[in-house]
Nanobody, 122 residues
Framework: QVQLVESGGGLVQPGGSLRLSCAAS????????MGWYRQAPGKQRELVTA???????NYADSVKGRFTITRDNAKNTVYLQMNSLKPEDTAVYYC????????????????WGQGTLVTVSS
């Protein structure tokens, strides 16, 4: 099948930086858009940012100018550089990717990572 594995979460002080990574592996024919969502305690999961296979990006207003999404297509990996972190950025961050799974009958899969916790606190 297909697996998304995230890394890079942790505890950081306000104003600090973190870099998240998400690597896709398995029976991958191709990957379309990749993105990051987050879910804070007691809140719904929200889209933070996404990037197409061609490199086009979009960001939630709350993170524009502070977060940057990039991807390495050769490594099937997407990154999220988070700068000037605020306490309100505290959440579990989830990687998401639209993947075409290879095989005799390829099919589209909306894949999710297991989540990585980012805590911004002094």
């Amino acid at each position: 099948q297909v697996q998304l594995v995230e890394s890079g979460g942790g505890l950081v002080q306000p104003g600090g930086s973190l870099r998240l990574s998400c690597a896709a592996s398995g029976r991958i024919f191709e990957i379309d858009a990749m993105g990051w969502y987050r879910q804070a305690p007691g809140k719904q999961r929200e889209l933070v940012t996404a990037i197409t296979s061609g490199g086009s990006t979009n960001y939630a207003d709350s993170v524009k100018g502070r977060f940057t999404i990039t991807r390495d297509n050769a490594k099937n990996t997407v990154y999220l550089q988070m700068n000037s972190l605020k306490p309100e950025d505290t959440a579990v961050y989830y990687c998401n990717a639209g993947i075409v799974v290879s095989g005799p009958e390829p099919y589209a899969l909306d894949a999710w990572g297991q989540g990585t916790l980012v805590t911004v606190s002094s």
